[in-house]
């Protein structure tokens, strides 16, 4: 599971600085409810993210992969 996760930081860390959350969270603190904003937009942007990462997680166990489990070849 290891090299999975080391496989997939880059795309995280694609998908965590892409520019539209990047714009949507400076608008959101020049708004005048930033206080109130901020917070929500966090909230909601990690359940979103854990959720979909629950999903693909859950759906990648059926895949069929297991570890060890193939024969290696020469």
Do not use: H
């Amino acid at each position: 599971m290891g090299p999975a996760i080391g496989d997939v930081i880059p795309l995280a860390l694609g998908v965590a600085l892409s520019p539209i959350p990047i714009i949507a969270v400076i608008l959101m603190l020049l708004s005048p409810k930033a206080q109130e904003n901020g917070p929500a937009f966090l909230v909601g942007w990690v359940a979103g993210l854990a959720g979909v990462s629950l999903v693909v997680t859950a759906l990648s166990g059926n895949a069929g992969l297991e570890y060890g489990g193939g024969e290696r070849g020469a």
